[in-house]
């Protein structure tokens, strides 16, 4: 299959929404499948363009197997409500150019990344003129965000933002998100049952995984043996709550087994080393590169998820699935009946959101419970194991899109049945009777890239 990608954020941005879906652009392009890919240069979590790219011309490279054209954008130094959106709104004007291109290329399917639904419009307009496939997969509820979270304030630009988008969900042939939850609330803006499929986050298990010995980063950040160390590795930024962790490690000061490490960047980073100011039980370090992840994790007695309360299921954080495959003990804050309550309750410890002292009191008992956090871990990684393959989330994707091509293929203007060809799916390639597939229509179809 032909598959387009389009989204904002991709490779070789470290943290979420990019790094599953190039994630995902390559385990697609591993199985047999010709994928391409229209996004912007890194520039998540720091909101700075990544040495090697600029911001304000195109791009086009190949990484690992996937043909990428990246547009220029608008990236605000300190990003506000407004800025969030002109930002978002500069990536779809500019990128309108390369998703045109890709007409002639004639993609199978489309699929847009949530953020930013501002590509929405694009995305069809290119599947209709192209006769593709259109899917929609939903990694933030950006718009529920930007006002429950207190982004954009305007009640009548919130009854607007949300008409604008219930009408672009209805119009896509798949709506995907990452929990069984946010995949209801896509139902709840109007989007038919039998459209929407839950794709959840994974996590490689091999490239993951618990590590016999202590984390050289012990040694690197001169951390003690003795130490038990609680770890913040992620985004920093509006949605995280991590001041609570913050306070947290200020109201545990005193312990001096203790020590905090936060590890990422963001727009709060600076608003959260002037709050850690004076405090000699936390480290701040900066991401670090893919490879060394395993390694960081590893560093961790106990990770912790903070979580704002009225965030709720409008986000599932993309770093739980590597701290469950670490098999480190995970303290998460979470309302019951939210996807992140009912991911961690079996195998970690859930405290209210917002709530400085009951993080303390869970950071304090598991440091002084060594048999728990190994319990913890164990379950946490058992879990990983068993359901976060990669693999089971993209057989999910590639058997629904395979049905949607064929009804896409298979009714022509008229809504007359036609012959139908086996999509190709990777692997050995079926006889050429079945596996024959649509002719280049045209030069730059035929031609390498």
């Excluded at 798949?174 to 499929?197: D, E, F, H, L, Y």
């Excluded at 039980?281 to 395993?294: D, G, K, T, Y």
Aim: glycine residues 6%; charged residues 20%.
């Amino acid at each position: 299959m032909k598959i387009l990608i389009y989204g904002i954020n991709y490779a070789p941005e470290l943290t979420g929404v990019g790094k599953y879906t190039a994630e995902m652009a390559v385990l697609l392009a591993r199985r047999g499948h010709e994928v391409r890919v229209v996004c912007a240069p890194p520039y998540y979590p720091e909101w700075r363009v990544a040495a090697d790219y600029v911001s304000w011309r195109y791009q086009h490279e190949t990484r690992d197997g996937v043909t990428i054209w990246r547009a220029p954008l608008w990236v605000p130094a300190r990003p506000s409500g407004l800025k969030r959106m002109l930002h978002l709104a500069s990536f779809a004007v500019s990128s309108l150019p390369l998703l045109a291109r890709q007409m002639l290329w004639r993609p199978d399917a489309a699929m847009l990344i949530a953020p930013t639904l501002m590509c929405a419009p694009a995305t069809l307009a290119l599947a209709r003129l192209a006769g593709a496939s259109t899917w929609l997969h939903i990694q933030d509820f950006e718009v529920d965000a930007a006002f429950d979270l207190g982004l954009l304030k305007s009640s009548l630009a919130a009854r607007v933002a949300r008409w604008i988008e219930s009408t672009l969900l209805r119009r896509f042939d798949t709506v995907s998100s990452i929990t069984p939850q946010m995949s209801a609330r896509a139902v709840v803006k109007g989007v038919k049952p039998s459209r929407v499929v839950c794709l959840p986050n994974w996590v490689d298990v091999a490239t993951i995984f618990p590590l016999t010995r202590a984390s050289d980063y012990r040694r690197l950040l001169g951390i003690p043996a003795g130490q038990k160390v609680v770890l913040y590795s992620g985004n920093m930024g509006a949605k995280q709550g991590i001041e609570t962790l913050a306070d947290a490690a200020a109201s545990l000061a005193a312990r001096t087994d203790l020590t905090f490490v936060f590890c990422g960047s963001g727009a709060a980073k600076e608003s959260l080393l002037q709050r850690c100011a004076g405090l000699t039980n936390c480290v701040f370090i900066p991401l670090q590169p893919v490879e060394r992840l395993n390694e960081l994790l590893n560093l961790a007695d106990i990770h912790v998820l903070p979580q704002r309360g009225d965030a709720a299921d409008l986000v599932m954080p993309s770093k739980l699935t590597g701290m469950f495959a670490s098999g480190r003990a995970v303290v998460a804050m979470a309302r019951r009946g939210t996807a992140l309550y009912d991911a961690v309750v079996p195998r970690g410890v859930i405290v209210p959101p917002d709530n400085v002292k009951a993080l303390a009191a869970a950071i304090t008992v598991l440091a002084s419970d060594p048999e728990r956090r190994a319990a913890l871990g164990k379950a946490a990684r058992d879990y990983a194991e068993r359901a976060l393959s990669p693999e089971s989330t993209i057989g999910t994707f590639e058997a629904r899109l395979a049905t949607l091509i064929c009804d896409t293929c298979g009714t022509n203007a008229r809504g007359k049945h036609t012959n139908v060809e086996t999509p190709y799916f990777g692997g050995p390639r079926p006889s050429a009777t079945v596996a024959r597939r649509r002719k280049p229509a045209t030069t730059e179809e035929a031609a390498p890239d």
